[in-house]
């Protein structure tokens, strides 16, 4: 038989009233775990704050040494940023150089790696048979 009476928001249910009256344990049994599992935290937490403070108890006080601070006064200025990394740099184009006439270097203008540009003297020959047929 299922009778419900309404009142507000809230209805009962005869069958759950008779079932509550059959097991008047259920109750109960919910309230006693809620207290245990708040009694079991309450000594966790002691249980922890105990082995701080002996701990806290055994060590021996020691003379810190004081920390030496070096102030500065700040100011505007410019900001530099360098960057050293390991590299290599290679030529796009390279050009082997070959004379036209036979003889002596009299003079070189420029060094391996220097860049000239077109119709730019890079070294002076000397030519003996050029110079001794003139």
């Not at 055994?58 to 920390?67: D, F, G, H, Q, R």
């Not at 006439?101 to 002076?124: F, M, N, Q, R």
Request: charged letters at 25%; a negative charge.
């Amino acid at each position: 038989m299922k009778i419900e009476a309404r009142f507000g928001t809230h209805s009962h249910n005869v069958e759950e009233t008779l079932q509550r009256k059959a097991d008047p344990w259920s109750g109960t049994r919910l309230w006693s775990a809620a207290v245990l599992l708040g009694v079991m935290t309450c000594l966790l937490s002691l249980c922890g704050c105990e082995e701080q403070a002996s701990y806290a108890n055994t060590t021996k006080p020691t003379a810190e040494t004081p920390v030496e601070v070096k102030a500065v006064q700040p100011h505007r200025g410019q900001v530099y940023r360098y960057i050293n990394l390991p590299g290599e740099v290679r030529p796009l184009y390279e050009v082997t150089l070959f004379a036209k006439v036979d003889g002596y270097l009299e003079k070189l203008t420029v060094d391996k790696g220097d860049s000239i540009k077109a119709g730019g003297l890079i070294a002076d020959i000397d030519v003996p048979e050029v110079r001794a047929t003139l």
